[in-house]
C-alpha cells in the first residue's frame, strides 16, 4: 500500500520522498520488536518547495496509534470471546498485554469500532453481514482463505483505512 501511495505521488503532482515516523511496537518476539522495518511507520513528504505535504498510507502493521501490532489486537481480542481464567492468563504472559487492555481492546470492537461512519459504510461491502456482537471474531469469519494466516491478512488490509491520519480521531485508540 505505500509503494502504490509512493507512485500515486503527491496531489500537487510533486514526487514523494520517505519521511516516516518512529514507532515501538509492542506484543511481538523480541527479533520482531527489535527489526528495525517494524519500528516505523511509512510515511511519505512532497519533495516540491512550498508544498512538502505529508501523505501517510494505511497500514495492516499498526492500527492507529496503538502501540501494539494490529494483528496482536485483533488475534488477542478474538482469544478474548469467552476466556477461560487460564487462557486469559496465558495470553497475558504471551504478548505481555494487561487484562484491562484486553477489555479496552473488546470495547473498542463493540462500541466504537461498529459506531464509525466507515464500518456503516464499509460493511455492505462484505459478501455476508457481520454479527457485531462477535467482533473482530466475525469479521475473520468473513474472509475466507485457506489459511488462518491469510484471513487475518485480508482483515488487516480491509479495516486499513482507519489507520491514515484522515481517519476520526475517535477511531485512533
Ligand atoms: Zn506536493
Known sequence: MAAEA???GCPCGGKLHRACYRRKPRGGPPEVEGDRAYRRRLSFCCAEEGCRRRTTPPSALFLGRKVYF??????????HQGPTPTRLARLQELVGVSART??????WW??????SRWWRAARGRLRAP??????PLSLLEAF???????QLVHLLRFVSPLTTTSAPASLVF
Open 6 to 8: 509512493k507512485e500515486r
Open 130 to 135: 457481520v454479527d457485531e456482537g462477535r467482533l
Open 70 to 79: 494490529g494483528a496482536v489486537v485483533v488475534l488477542v481480542s478474538v482469544l
Open 102 to 107: 484486553v477489555r479496552r481492546w473488546r470495547q
Open 110 to 115: 463493540l462500541e466504537t469500532f461498529v459506531e
Open 144 to 150: 475466507a482463505a485457506a489459511e488462518a494466516q491469510q
